[in-house]
Each structure stands twice: as structure tokens, then as C-alpha cells.
């Protein structure tokens, strides 16, 4: 079913990096979200009424505002798709977080409401009636959305949307809810309890919780998120397989939006080498790497010494001195300055961010220790720094 609406109703449909065609997938999941939810509010609201169920009446408008959630994700995917203008040079493409940050909050509401609704009914207790026909239909409920939470992962996963993967996350804690309401009205069948307010009051939470991890997944890229590492490696090789760059550090990604990143990172060219040849490739890599990536990518030249077998003997001994108090910690920019009686070793290091400055400065007293054991002569001038990538991926 889903690869027949995605054939059939997105066109161009692979080439997910167009604009048009995400915004196709976008208008598709969420036209497809307000038939359903719509369908279900209603069939869920007519027995809720008739059995008198809060749990039911609870879980139907949670769908009505799932209803609501669709429609401004449609509006959400409709404004990112407009292009850059002279106010948003870099698009509209954060529209799409925002518009999944509101549906959060729609969420949070819903469950805040029905939390409410249910310490009222433990309070004073309403009769339910049981009907089978009710369940088979709460059943049917359950299906529609563990496919609707497939259909919106999979259009998600596809399109790297947050919006589409928030909605995938809102129908699973659905499944849940209404398998909670599905067990209470079975639960008065065969014992006669009536346990609905005390079920309701679950699924409340349950929505709330939903809720809350909507909004941590979108507020992480409107805050500004570390670079993943698949991400690192990726743009990393990119750069470094163009003949004149030697290697690559200081990779920092700014999102604008899913597939819409703006980059820079320091690339290190020979120092023996013309700096207008090394410019040259510089500017190739910049525009190759938007042609093919998608990425406006601004890159810094960083010389460094490549055939000196003293200075790479020197910068090798440092490497092995840090590696052997901290695997996790590197070195770039690694330059040596000074005569024959002192040598000044002038270099970046890169330190976890658990490194605090105590930690920091013990780090460098053991390694100008361990470095004047080397060679007396050797005096280290450290520039500490953090990485932006989320893991060790250096």
C-alpha cells in the first residue's frame, strides 16, 4: 500500500534531494493523515458516547488532534518548500521543525486534557456498557495505526523528515493507547470491574510522554545539534580525496532545514606548494561539493609541513605522547618554531567535552612533562579545543 500511494501520488519519487518531490512526500503523508485520524475520531467518538467511556472518548480526540497535526504539518512542508529570499538566505526549511515542535505540543495538550477527564472519572464513576462490535472496531483502530506508523517512518526515513518520524512516533504511542482502552472494556466483560478511569489516566501519560520526546526531537536541530558522525566521515572523505589536500579537522554542519546544511571545515594543504595552485583546489572542492551534495561548504587552508623528516619526526612523538594518555584526544595544525637550543611546538588539541579546566590543565602538564622526556628542549604551546562531531569519530 505505501509504495503504491508513493508511485502513484509523488512523482519523481527517487529523487528525494529536489525540493518538489519532498514536498510531494510531505503533502502525501499528511493528506493521508487527516483521512485517517478523521475516520477514526469519528468511529471512536460514536462509541465512546454510546458506552459511556472515557478511555474511548480520550483516545477519539487524541485522533482528532492527530487530525490537527496533519494538517499543520501540510502547512509546515508547504512553507519550507519556499525557496531563499533576501531575508532567509538559507530558505524556510526549519518551518518543518517548528511545525513539528507545534504538533508536540498539540500532543501535550490532548494528554494534559484526558489527564484531567480521567481523575474525574476514578472520582466519580459512570457505568460502561459492552459491546463486542465496539471492540472489532478499536481493533481495526490499532491496525490503521501501526500502518500509519510504518507509512509515515518509512516517507520519514526516505526524506530525512523530523516532522514524518514525530508523526510515526504519535500513532505508535496510539497503538498503545488504544490497546489500554480495548483492555479495559474487555477487563468489565469478564469481571464486572470498571477500571476505564484508572485506563484513561494511563493513556493520558502514555500521550503526554509522546508528547515530550516530539519535542526533544525537534527542538534538538532548532538548538543546534553536534555532527553525526555518518555525517563527519562523509564530508570528511569528500574533501580529503582531492589530490592536494592531506587531511581535514574542525568540521562544524549548520542545519536549515532536512537535507539544506551549510559547512565549513579547515582542509590542510602542503606548505610547499603554491598557494594559488592549493586555492585552486580548494574552490574546486567547494563547488563539487555542492553540485553533488547539496552542501555550501566553506573551506579554510591550513599549511602544514609534509616533508621535513625532522618536524614529522617531532610532530609523530607528539602523537604517540597523546595517545598514550587519552586515545580519544588529537592534535592538528601541528607547526615547529625555534633554534637550535629551544623549539617551540605550537599546535591545536582536541579534548572530550568532560575535559574540565582542571582536567585540562593536568592533561597539559603531563604532556609537556612527558614531551620534555623526549627532549628538554621541547616547549609545547597548546590551543585546547572541542569537538562539534557527536562521537569520536576522528
Same mark, same amino acid.
Given at each position: 500500500m505505501?509504495e503504491f500511494?508513493i508511485r502513484?501520488f509523488v #512523482?519523481?519519487?527517487?529523487d /528525494? #534531494?529536489?525540493v518538489s518531490?519532498? =514536498?510531494? $512526500? +510531505?503533502?502525501l503523508?499528511s493528506v493521508?493523515g487527516?483521512?485517517c485520524?478523521l475516520?477514526?475520531f469519528?468511529l471512536?467518538?460514536? !462509541?465512546?458516547?454510546f458506552?459511556?467511556?472515557i478511555? !474511548?472518548?480520550a483516545?477519539?480526540f487524541?485522533?482528532?488532534?492527530?487530525?490537527?497535526?496533519?494538517?499543520i504539518?501540510?502547512?509546515?512542508?508547504? !512553507?519550507a518548500e519556499?525557496?531563499?529570499?533576501?531575508?532567509?538566505?538559507?530558505? *524556510?526549511?526549519?518551518v518543518?521543525? &517548528?511545525a513539528?515542535?507545534v504538533?508536540a505540543?498539540?500532543?501535550l495538550?490532548v494528554?494534559?486534557?484526558?489527564f484531567?477527564?480521567a481523575?474525574?472519572?476514578?472520582?466519580? @464513576?459512570?457505568?460502561m456498557?459492552?459491546?463486542?462490535f465496539?471492540?472489532?472496531v %478499536? &481493533?481495526l483502530?490499532?491496525?490503521?495505526k501501526l500502518?500509519?506508523? $510504518?507509512f509515515n517512518?518509512?516517507?520519514?526515513?526516505r526524506?530525512?523528515?523530523?516532522v514524518m518520524m514525530?508523526?510515526?512516533?504519535d500513532?505508535i504511542?496510539?497503538v498503545?493507547?488504544t490497546?489500554a482502552?480495548i483492555?479495559?472494556v474487555?477487563f468489565?466483560?469478564?469481571t464486572? $470491574?470498571n477500571i476505564?478511569g484508572?485506563?484513561?489516566?494511563?493513556?493520558s501519560l502514555?500521550?503526554?510522554w509522546a508528547g515530550?520526546g516530539?519535542a526533544?526531537?525537534t %527542538?534538538?536541530p532548532?538548538?543546534g545539534?553536534?555532527?553525526? @558522525?555518518k555525517?563527519?566521515?562523509? &564530508?570528511?572523505?569528500?574533501?580529503?580525496?582531492?589530490d592536494?589536500v592531506?587531511?581535514? *579537522?574542525? %568540521?562544524i554542519?549548520h542545519?536549515y532545514?532536512?537535507?539544506k546544511?551549510m559547512?565549513?571545515?579547515?582542509?590542510e594543504?602542503?606548505?610547499?606548494?603554491d598557494i594559488?595552485?592549493? *586555492?585552486a583546489?580548494?574552490?574546486r572542492i567547494e563547488r563539487?561539493?555542492?553540485?553533488?551534495?547539496?552542501l555550501?561548504l /566553506?573551506i579554510?587552508?591550513d599549511?602544514?609541513? =609534509?616533508e621535513d623528516k625532522k618536524?614529522?619526526?617531532?610532530?609523530?612523538d607528539? #602523537?604517540?605522547i &597523546?595517545? #598514550?594518555?587519552d586515545k580519544?584526544v588529537s592534535? *592538528?595544525d601541528f607547526?615547529v618554531? +625555534?633554534?637550535?637550543?629551544?623549539?617551540?611546538?605550537?599546535f591545536?588539541?582536541? !579534548?572530550?567535552y568532560e $575535559?574540565?579546566?582542571?582536567?585540562q590543565?593536568d592533561?597539559r602538564?603531563?604532556?609537556?612533562?612527558?614531551?620534555?622526556?623526549?627532549?628538554d628542549r621541547y616547549?609545547?604551546?597548546?590551543?585546547?579545543?572541542?569537538?562539534?562531531?557527536?562521537?569520536?569519530a576522528?
Amino acid at each position: 500500500m505505501t509504495e503504491f500511494l508513493i508511485r502513484h501520488f509523488v #512523482e519523481n519519487y527517487e529523487d /528525494v #534531494e529536489k525540493v518538489s518531490v519532498r =514536498t510531494a $512526500y +510531505g503533502v502525501l503523508a499528511s493528506v493521508t493523515g487527516i483521512f485517517c485520524n478523521l475516520f477514526l475520531f469519528g468511529l471512536k467518538w460514536c !462509541i465512546g458516547f454510546f458506552l459511556h467511556s472515557i478511555s !474511548i472518548m480520550a483516545d477519539a480526540f487524541n485522533n482528532l488532534s492527530d487530525a490537527g497535526s496533519s494538517i499543520i504539518s501540510l502547512v509546515g512542508v508547504k !512553507i519550507a518548500e519556499r525557496p531563499a529570499d533576501e531575508e532567509h538566505p538559507f530558505g *524556510h526549511g526549519r518551518v518543518e521543525y &517548528i511545525a513539528a515542535l507545534v504538533v508536540a505540543f498539540l500532543v501535550l495538550e490532548v494528554g494534559f486534557t484526558f489527564f484531567k477527564d480521567a481523575i474525574s472519572k476514578i472520582r466519580h @464513576p459512570q457505568e460502561m456498557r459492552f459491546q463486542l462490535f465496539s471492540v472489532v472496531v %478499536l &481493533i481495526l483502530s490499532v491496525a490503521v495505526k501501526l500502518w500509519m506508523s $510504518y507509512f509515515n517512518k518509512k516517507l520519514g526515513k526516505r526524506i530525512d523528515s523530523k516532522v514524518m518520524m514525530a508523526v510515526s512516533a504519535d500513532a505508535i504511542g496510539d497503538v498503545i493507547t488504544t490497546s489500554a482502552t480495548i483492555f479495559s472494556v474487555v477487563f468489565l466483560k469478564l469481571t464486572g $470491574y470498571n477500571i476505564d478511569g484508572f485506563i484513561g489516566l494511563g493513556v493520558s501519560l502514555v500521550v503526554m510522554w509522546a508528547g515530550v520526546g516530539i519535542a526533544k526531537d525537534t %527542538l534538538e536541530p532548532l538548538i543546534g545539534q553536534a555532527v553525526d @558522525p555518518k555525517v563527519y566521515l562523509q &564530508i570528511t572523505n569528500f574533501v580529503e580525496k582531492y589530490d592536494g589536500v592531506v587531511g581535514s *579537522h574542525d %568540521l562544524i554542519v549548520h542545519n536549515y532545514g532536512p537535507a539544506k546544511s551549510m559547512a565549513s571545515i579547515h582542509a590542510e594543504v602542503p606548505n610547499n606548494v603554491d598557494i594559488e595552485e592549493s *586555492h585552486a583546489v580548494i574552490d574546486r572542492i567547494e563547488r563539487e561539493a555542492m553540485k553533488k551534495m547539496g552542501l555550501f561548504l /566553506v573551506i579554510h587552508m591550513d599549511p602544514v609541513e =609534509t616533508e621535513d623528516k625532522k618536524v614529522l619526526a617531532i610532530k609523530k612523538d607528539a #602523537e604517540e605522547i &597523546i595517545k #598514550e594518555m587519552d586515545k580519544r584526544v588529537s592534535i *592538528h595544525d601541528f607547526r615547529v618554531v +625555534g633554534g637550535r637550543d629551544h623549539k617551540n611546538l605550537i599546535f591545536d588539541m582536541v !579534548i572530550p567535552y568532560e $575535559y574540565d579546566k582542571e582536567k585540562q590543565n593536568d592533561l597539559r602538564e603531563e604532556f609537556a612533562r612527558r614531551l620534555r622526556e623526549k627532549n628538554d628542549r621541547y616547549h609545547a604551546v597548546i590551543t585546547m579545543e572541542r569537538s562539534y562531531v557527536a562521537s569520536a569519530a576522528e
